[in-house]
């Protein structure tokens, strides 16, 4: 037994585990797959008091469309993304991310919106929630708030997230039918965190690119836009060249952080490549 | 029916894969538990240290002073300027790397021996730790320890008269200076003991995960000044060693300390960042080579300096010479090389000590020669292949540099198959091709061969104070007919059991089923060395073939008796013996041998039990290895495209489990080549502590490995076989280098460093454009 001493709920009910939430404050954390809470509190890196486990919670296993948005309830496994969970390029695109999350037993336990919640800077799910636009659904024992994709992550393993709130649902507006996806990531080993990854959302319209959003991840604290090559790519014809362009924009712009696996300069040229191949996926889809 | 040399499934396996086995942990269950307080500091004193503040029943919290009497781990070795580092079981003073035991606790359960471990009170005055070979060879270096002036702990150098004008005179010269990064073994399993005292007999049983149970007997009861015959070692099933459960670790003498102490049962089991970090690290090493060829690509003369890190202690009882003076001895390896001068240290730091890992120094040294052949090759505008041709031994028994004796081997044999299998015309239009759209495909060959099955002359060679080498077996039949064959070997997964009975079933004339392997228990088996360096099927088998012949000679004799004929004309087979029309089932034999003896002692005296022993100089099993590989020039990544192996290792016992040594070696010199290394920031904190920072390829990464097997029967041992436990590892950093090495070559750059990381391989490409 490696975790420090905590207290386990298990609760029947959303309103039941809001009310844990809201009693325990920062003592508490929300345990759904826990592959990545579970490993930081064998470390006694993270130490909760509280674990609130909503496993029985059955009205948050959801993953559905409703009217031009898909919900995503906080009991969804990554594994539930396998398989097209929406028809279409963003079913495609989600299926695609998911192959790279860790490995089948680790996607049959952990969930998408806990990727979220826990913002790990290497997740596959927060870089793609940045690039698709998806909005957070946050509950707590006296009311709901939503929190933009662009306002969510705050830093490593950090979000906006408040003592006392559970992230019941995240949700993904339904792309336009023009709409494309991509994703590309380098990872040392299959399934490992990614040293870097870029997941792309475009429109082709009329043979330019309209609304190109890049979000990178696994190469700093937290998953970003490359605005700047967002731009470069805006109602131009998607050129094999400009495509080149905007990935060495990207690379030029961010701000790549150094580790045991890689030095800046290393990530730097990694962006350049995922972003090229990612933009290649999506115009050609 | 022979047994020998078919693919008989594992009598091992259905219990492991029903999850039946039973492991250190398994036999842990119930125990006290105990953890210990490891070092966060590489270097430093220790001005406090304190047990938790509230220490519930039943616990217990114990420091070097509480071991007062007991003796420093002190490996000896008498030659070799070798300085006899001491590792205090417990350190009193100092602490010497990050991860060093300093003192246990003990608990009723796990959970609150964790929580006591955070509790306990621990000051050190940190000093600035020697890590890396330059800080650690510099001149005004801090000591690692007094005792070790320069931080040197070992060397050793020959260096024949008139080596530079030799060298001098080579037509061409190569220098090839490489680093090759810490490894470590990484079992599936790590490690843990049980130890438990009967108040019955006042004996101590310690469970431990352990490839040599007699040593660790040995070298604890000298340690805890015991009597040798109170203490039982076991080692049960054991998942996997790979050299590193070959040391006596400071843990273990704890446990039987405590067990004595407080006649109780005390279990201790390290998770994997113990493992990671304060079990045994290897292949720390740094070598500069220079080679002299002539016109003809003929290599005259080489020349080797060779620093191997080894840590801050040296391990018992192998010492922290091993890699050194493995590297030393056979560097020239399957080579003719007409003038070898070489200089090995053995390097003290504050970090992990060195213990032996699959190969020991060969999977570097393979490196240097092979990536050396390879860069003479391009200089003098041959293909790899020929110059290898052009310098492999072919004539037998030859001599090495060294003076070692290369038994009957098949080194350009296996080169020469591997060649054709490859197809290298075919493979060089498909590179070109791929070179053409940017994409980059390289080949690449590993030649050498891999001294297996070594006794004690061997070893005494080295001058080490404990010299490992026989193997003894008691063989006996029982009543029933059935066998029992109790080894000195400790096999921990490579399926000797199965082997080993196979041997003995043909001198037999039983089937398998009817014999058994008792191993890894000291009440129960001779006194041997245990299974490491490639030994027990060579060492181990042939004492049990021995034995078995002994033992097939009696129930001859008997069998004479009891069908009235000569002994010589009766033979063993499917379980009768047989002479002419007569026969009797053997184990109708072995009742009347036991229950009648008034028929038959006269001929066979009152058992049928016999003791062989054998002690082999060695043989030198030998493969050609290579690799096909693509080199994604923008990412560094490189993947594994196919792995061939063309491997002899004389008679081969069991093809199935032949196959398996050599995939499992291959994956680990993959993950070698490529994949694992272990890290130390300059302070001296261990940052591959975990499974995601030091990073062991998965399934995924590692292909299909293509074995083929050549049979060469050398008189060197009396089975024919060879050993073949370390080849895979041995060969697969060369094969994989030499073949990125090719694929790189439109940039003008090759590989001097392994792993190979992406990060490394895009800084060898970075800024250079490849030439058509």
């Known amino acids: 037994m490696k975790p420090a001493s905590f207290a386990h709920h298990a609760p029947l009910t959303l309103e039941e585990a809001l009310a844990l939430l809201a009693r325990h404050g920062e003592e508490a954390r929300v345990l759904a797959g826990g592959q990545s809470l579970v490993p930081t509190m064998a470390f006694r890196m993270a130490r909760p008091a509280v674990l609130v486990d909503i496993n029985r919670i059955a009205a948050l296993d959801h993953v559905t469309v409703e009217g031009s948005v898909l919900r995503i309830g906080a009991l ?4 539930r993304f396998e398989t097209p969970a929406v028809a279409g390029p963003l079913g495609a695109l989600l299926a695609r991310v ?19 919640a826990h913002a790990d800077p290497a997740s596959e799910w927060c870089a793609t929630a940045l690039a698709l636009e998806a909005r957070m659904v946050l509950a707590r024992a006296d009311g709901l708030r939503e929190v933009a994709a662009e306002d969510w992550f705050q830093g490593v393993f950090s979000t906006a997230m408040a003592p006392g709130e559970m992230l019941r649902e995240v949700v993904l507006p339904l792309p336009a039918p023009a ?11 299959a ?8 997941v792309v959302g475009l429109r082709l319209e009329g043979g330019v690119v309209r609304g190109a959003r890049i979000a990178l991840g696994g190469i700093g604290g937290q998953p970003v836009l490359a605005r700047e090559a967002m731009a470069l790519l805006e109602s131009q014809p998607p050129s094999p060249a400009l495509l080149e362009e905007a990935a060495a924009t990207a690379a030029r712009h961010c701000d790549p952080q150094e580790d045991l696996h890689a030095p800046a300069e290393y990530r730097r040229e990694l962006v350049a490549v995922m972003v090229k191949r990612a933009l290649r996926q999506a115009v050609s889809a | 029916m022979n047994w020998v040399g078919r693919r008989l499934p594992r009598s091992e396996d259905p219990p492991l894969l029903r999850g039946e086995g039973r492991y250190v942990p398994d036999i842990a269950i119930g125990a006290r538990v105990v953890r210990f307080l490891r070092s966060p500091v590489a270097s430093g004193r220790i001005t406090a240290l304190r047990p938790p503040a509230e220490m519930p029943p039943g616990c217990l919290f114990v420091t070097g002073a509480d071991l007062a009497e007991v003796q420093p781990i002190k490996p000896g070795l008498r030659r070799f300027n070798y300085r006899a580092v001491e ?4 350190p009193i003073e100092r602490v010497h790397f990050v991860g060093q035991a300093i003192a246990a606790i003990v608990a009723p359960g796990a959970a609150l021996a964790e929580d006591l471990l955070e509790a306990c009170e621990l000051d050190i005055a940190a000093e600035d730790p020697v890590i890396g070979f330059d800080a650690a060879l510099a001149p005004d270096a801090a000591l690692v320890h007094p005792i070790a002036p320069g931080n040197v702990a070992v060397e050793g150098e020959l260096r024949p008269e008139a080596f530079a004008e030799t060298l001098a005179s080579a037509a061409h010269m190569v220098e090839f200076a490489f680093r090759s990064g810490r490894q470590s073994a990484m079992p599936l399993e790590g490690r843990g003991g049980v130890a438990e005292y009967d108040r019955a007999t006042g004996r101590i049983r310690l469970s431990a995960s352990a490839q040599m149970p007699h040593q660790l007997r040995t070298g604890i009861a000298q340690l805890l000044g015991m009597p040798e015959a109170d203490l039982q070692v076991i080692a049960p099933d054991v998942g996997g060693g790979f050299g590193q459960k070959m040391a006596l670790f400071p843990e273990y003498p704890v446990l039987v300390w405590l067990a004595r102490k407080h006649r109780g049962r005390f279990a201790w089991v390290e998770d994997r960042n113990e493992n990671l970090i304060a079990s045994a690290h290897s292949r720390d090493q740094r070598h500069v080579l220079r080679a002299g060829f002539d016109a003809e690509g003929r290599l005259l003369a080489l020349e080797a300096d060779i620093l191997a890190d080894v840590g801050a202690f040296s391990v018992f009882p192998t010492t922290c010479a091993v890699e050194p003076l493995m590297a030393l001895a056979e560097y020239p390896g399957p080579y003719k090389v007409p003038a070898y001068a070489v200089r090995t240290r053995g390097v003290l730091t504050h970090t992990c000590p060195m213990a032996p890992y699959r190969g020991v120094s060969r999977p570097v040294i393979t490196f240097g020669i092979e990536r050396v052949m390879d860069r003479a090759a391009a200089a003098l505008g041959l293909a790899p292949d020929e110059i290898r041709r052009r310098n492999l031994h072919d004539v037998f028994p030859a001599r090495s540099a060294t003076g070692m004796v290369l038994d009957e081997a098949s080194y350009i044999q296996a080169l020469d198959e591997a060649v054709h299998i490859l197809d290298i015309p075919a493979f060089r239009a498909r590179q070109a091709a791929a070179r053409a759209q940017g994409r980059y495909l390289g080949l690449g060959l590993s030649v050498f061969n891999e001294r297996t099955g070594y006794g004690t002359p061997a070893f005494a060679a080295r001058s080490m104070d404990v010299v490992p080498g026989y193997e003894v077996v008691d063989i006996a039949m029982l009543p029933s007919g059935e066998v029992e064959a109790r080894i000195g070997s400790s096999p921990h997964g490579q399926g000797l059991r199965t082997t080993l009975s196979q041997i003995i079933a043909d001198r037999l004339g039983l089937d398998p089923g009817h014999i058994r392997i008792i191993h ?3 009440d129960r088996t001779p006194y041997g060395w245990g299974s490491f360096a490639s030994r027990s099927l060579v060492i181990g088998g042939g004492a049990c073939q021995v034995a078995a012949d002994k033992l097939a000679d009696k129930l001859r004799r008997g069998a004479a008796r009891l069908l009235q004929c000569e002994p010589s004309d009766v033979t063993l087979r499917d379980g009768n013996a047989v002479a002419g029309a007569a026969s009797m089932p053997i184990a109708e034999l072995a009742r009347l041998a036991h229950q009648r003896s008034e028929l ?11 003791t062989g022993q054998y002690d082999p100089g060695g043989t030198f099993s030998n493969a050609c290895h290579a690799a096909i590989v693509e080199v994604e020039a923008e990412t560094g990544h490189v993947r594994v495209e196919r792995y061939l192996v063309v491997e002899d290792a004389g008679r081969i016992i069991n093809p199935m489990i032949a196959d398996g040594q050599v995939q499992g070696g291959v994956a680990q010199g993959i993950a070698n080549a490529l994949f694992e290394e272990v890290i130390y920031a300059p302070d001296g904190t261990p940052l591959t502590g975990t499974l995601a920072d030091y990073t062991p390829p998965t399934c995924a990464e590692i292909p299909e490995i293509e074995i083929h097997h050549l049979e060469t029967i050398s008189d060197a041992t009396i089975t024919g076989a060879k050993g073949l436990g370390e080849g895979g590892s041995i060969g697969a950093p060369a094969a994989i280098a030499n073949a990125i090495s090719d694929a790189l070559s439109p ?3 090759d590989v001097a460093e392994f792993p190979a990381t992406p990060p490394r391989i895009r800084a060898l490409v970075r800024g250079r454009a490849p030439r058509a």
């Open chain 1, 76 to 79: 969804a496994r990554h594994a």
């Open chain 1, 179 to 189: 709409w494309r996806g991509g994703f590309a990531e380098f990872a040392r080993r």
């Open chain 1, 191 to 198: 399934g490992d965190f990614a040293l870097a990854m870029a």
């Open chain 2, 747 to 749: 940039f003008g750059v």
């Open chain 2, 600 to 610: 038959l002692s006269d001929a066979i005296g009152f058992n049928l039990a016999e």
């Open chain 2, 520 to 522: 890894g228990d000291t």
């Open chain 1, 98 to 116: 998911a192959h790279h999350i860790a490995h089948p037993p680790l996607r049959l336990r952990g969930t998408f919106c806990g990727s979220l």
């Open chain 2, 87 to 90: 590792q205090p079981v417990l």
